[in-house]
């Protein structure tokens, strides 16, 4: 691709008046905002990020081929443009919005011709996403899919470190997307990805507001609350049409950014009548798993492949979201009663099983009273919940999930998790500083295996049991390496060795 059609992208990031020369006709052959990737004639582009600083590395990216740069330090531009005359240092207000802007005209607009629906909330982004996803696919239409546990496209998949990728790479999603012949892309969008520029520029057709609560406040995160809630609103001034749910709280800040924008919009709602799509009369049963069901607006009841109220929530976005594009109801009933979600509150099943096994990724204090809000309302007579924590994360989630587990669980069985470069039974110490503020029953049993065993042996029917903190995960951290280990396939061995 030509520089001047990257340059022509990026109008409104550059201030100064460009000079159209030989210099803005050469070929770019790729997009670099890392160093260890930069490669002959790339266009690179410099990140002031939080742990490094991408102007430091132009001497390096010089000595591979790169000649192009922009760059968002005044002092930089000028320090490089003079060792470096034969490179072309263009500077920009923003680089993260120039990233976002130059990678999408690099692999030619695709958003443009794809319908995106973006979900942001605290809670229920991936639930809802693959639900979103499962309908449209029930209506016959071909759909991507972007979030926590990979890239969904036809028939491939890519796993990804962060919910919400980098621009760059999700320009580069959707291109292959559209050249698959997808149609329709659906994707978490985290708080982060939108602090971060990282959605810049894409014009979502549909925008969901799950909920919100606090949760990634801190260092190298949001400073607070406030700033929390104005990254997830952000996404709500680049969108067509909105989803709400009118029962969080703050909810009425969404509206209003929708409404100073000019943006349609529908609500739902767990049983307020005044909403555009909401439930009645839930139910919720044990019968060798889980099942849910409620009504949609006292018109029929819709069978829900997923445990728990906030499945129902979830449920009612999902139905929000494709209904309002026009996918019949009948759609919709088929889809939420066969849906499968990878790792949240997600059923193991097998012929010798006789009790209700759930793998879910609760990780944190917020997810973990949601899972054992979602369990509470099946009434099991034992709720058996294994869990660990995180190594090289914050102790505070550690105390309270001890504490949380050791107030709803009938026995916690504690366990490890990813240690990574921590030793496992230090963190298990911290989690049983918040275990012993209770009266909850525990069992320590570091090997995660060995604790699986050990919760499935105790279970009867009409007991839960929990197998909390990995979700979709296939492996195990431990001193930087990843060791395989699945859970679905720990449970089935223990079955079929019975």
């Known amino acids: 691709m030509k520089v001047t059609c990257i340059l022509n992208a990026l109008r409104k990031e550059i201030t100064q008046n460009l000079k159209l020369d030989n210099s803005n006709e050469i070929d770019i052959t790729g997009i670099c905002y890392d160093s260890r990737k930069a490669a002959e004639n790339n266009l690179f582009i410099c990140i002031s990020g939080t742990k490094s600083d991408g102007h430091e590395y132009i001497p390096e990216v010089y000595t591979k ?11 930089a531009q000028e320090k490089y443009a003079s060792l470096y005359p034969d490179a072309t240092f ?63 496209y036809k028939d491939q998949y890519e796993e990804i470190n962060n919910s919400t990728p980098e621009s760059y790479e999700l320009q580069r999603f959707f291109h292959l997307m559209k050249d698959s012949g997808v149609t329709h892309v659906v994707m978490e ?53 909105a989803v709400v749910n009118v029962d969080d709280e703050h909810s009425a ?40 069901s409620f009504v949609l607006n006292d018109t029929e009841r819709i069978h829900v492949n997923v445990p728990g109220k906030f499945s129902v929530f979830n449920a009612l976005a999902a139905a929000a979201v494709t209904m309002s594009m026009g996918v019949s109801l009948d759609h919709v ?41 979602a369990i509470n309302a099946y ?20 105390y309270d999930m001890g504490e949380i587990s050791g107030n709803h669980a009938t026995i916690s069985v504690v366990t490890s998790d990813n240690p990574r470069f921590e030793e496992p039974l230090a963190i298990i110490d911290d989690i049983l500083i918040g275990m012993k503020k209770t009266k909850g029953e525990y069992v320590v049993i570091p090997d995660r295996r060995e604790a699986i065993a050990y919760a499935l042996s105790i279970a009867a029917p009409g007991d839960i049991v929990l197998l909390a903190g990995k979700g979709q995960e296939d492996y195990q951290e431990i001193k930087g390496e990843k060791f395989h280990m699945d859970e679905r396939e720990i449970v089935k061995e223990y079955y079929d060795k019975l």
């Open 333 to 373: 009933k088929d889809a939420l009663s066969i849906v499968h979600v990878i790792g949240r509150v997600e059923p193991v099943k097998h012929e010798k099983c006789k009790v209700a096994v759930l793998i879910d990724y609760a990780h944190n204090a917020l997810s973990m009273e949601s899972l054992f809000e």
């Open 189 to 241: 969008v985290s708080s982060q990805a939108l602090m971060m520029d990282r959605t810049y520029g894409i014009p979502f057709e549909t925008a969901v507001f799950t909920n919100i609560s606090p949760d990634h406040i801190g260092p190298n995160e949001h400073n607070n609350f406030e700033d929390y809630l104005h990254c997830k609103g952000l996404l709500f001034k680049q969108c067509r049409n």
């Open 65 to 75: 081929g790169v000649r192009f740069f922009l760059v968002e330090s005044r002092n």
């Open 90 to 152: 263009i500077f920009v207000n923003n680089a993260r919005r120039a990233l976002a802007l130059s990678s999408a005209a690099f692999f030619g607009n695709p958003a443009d011709t794809l319908k995106i629906i973006g979900l942001t909330g605290t809670k229920g982004k991936t639930s809802t996403s693959f639900m979103i996803t499962r309908i449209l696919q029930s209506a016959g239409y071909s759909v991507g899919l972007i979030g926590t546990t990979g890239v969904y």
């Open 379 to 398: 009434a099991p007579k034992r709720t058996i919940c294994l869990f660990g924590c995180g190594g090289n994360r914050s102790k505070l989630r550690r």
């Open 253 to 292: 800040y969404i509206i209003n950014i929708l409404k100073e924008n000019g943006v349609s919009y529908h609500t739902y709602s767990f049983s307020k009548k005044s909403a555009d799509y909401y439930s009645s009369d839930p139910e919720y049963t044990i019968d060798h798993g889980l099942k849910t």
